[in-house]
């Protein structure tokens, strides 16, 4: 079984590649690179908001680091493409070459009909987030902003022409820890959902078939565009970006998400 893995840069990205590299579960790498770590903010903003801009930028490369480590990634079978290239000659070409039996995709951007056509019918896509409830971009952000930090979680779905609204093969929940704030929130839940699909791939791999779930609900999509450094304030200010502790001791809604667990289908 062939496996190509398509991805970003950063370290969430190279900890999936090492994940799959050691558990020799790896034979072709796309890595596509990704916006700036810590971004710039408009200078249009106020003082307040980009000191938390920056904060929370920060704290995100705080979590990654801890979580994730700063692995070096050295796989001989990769490509290197710039953010606009998934959808280009360049990635074609070496995608048809490698004939890959699964493909799994996390971070790479939306893939285009001309790319979705080439891929095999066995593409998985990880997202960071629990659709349908958090489908689409940022969705590690929005659980904890409306305070309900126990979405936080991972679905591993097959891929479709619709973000993040294929059939569901895995998901797996927001991993709480007392002290946590939204980043590492983020980062713990990210591990728990890379780690499953090693298993995914193995039982895969053994039985040649993963049971799936309709999405049935549309649920609601978030776009980049919904995200402004002004919600920043809500999480630092307001909560002091202790939503998970909130959660923990039982100060908000206890609501448990409905999770699609393959191992238990």
Not at 1 to 12: F, T, W
Not at 46 to 52: E, G
Not at 88 to 107: A, C, M, N, Q, R
């Amino acid at each position: 079984m062939k496996i190509m893995l398509i991805c970003g840069d950063h370290p969430r990205h190279r900890f999936l590649i090492n994940l799959l590299q050691k558990n020799m579960l790896l034979n072709s790498l796309i890595v596509q690179e990704r916006e700036h770590f810590i971004p710039s903010l408009d200078s249009n903003y106020s003082k307040k908001v980009v000191d938390l801009h920056n904060l929370h930028f920060k704290k995100r490369e705080e979590a990654e680091l801890e979580i994730f480590s700063d692995f070096k990634v050295s796989f001989k079978n990769t490509l290197k493409i710039k953010g606009d290239q998934i959808n280009e000659p360049i990635s074609h070409e070496f995608i048809l070459s490698e004939k890959p039996d699964v493909v799994i995709t996390y971070g790479c951007g939306i893939l285009s009909s001309s790319t979705l056509k080439i891929l095999p019918k066995q593409t998985w896509n990880i997202h960071g987030g629990l659709s349908p409830w958090f489908k689409g971009a940022i969705t590690h952000f929005w659980p904890s902003y409306f305070l309900k930090p126990q979405y936080t979680g991972v679905t591993i779905h097959y891929i479709t022409s619709k973000i993040d609204a294929g059939e569901i093969i895995h998901q797996t929940p927001a991993i709480l820890v007392k002290g946590d704030g939204l980043h590492k929130l983020s980062s713990r839940s990210l591990k728990k959902g890379f780690e499953s699909v090693v298993e995914l791939l193995k039982k895969y791999k053994s039985i040649g078939y993963l049971s799936s779930a309709r999405q049935k609900t549309t649920g609601k999509l978030w776009l980049k565009r919904d995200w402004k450094p002004e919600h920043l304030i809500i999480i630092y200010e307001k909560f002091s970006d202790k939503i998970v502790d909130m959660y923990l001791s039982k100060e908000i809604d206890q609501e448990i998400p409905k999770i699609y667990d393959n191992f238990k289908n």
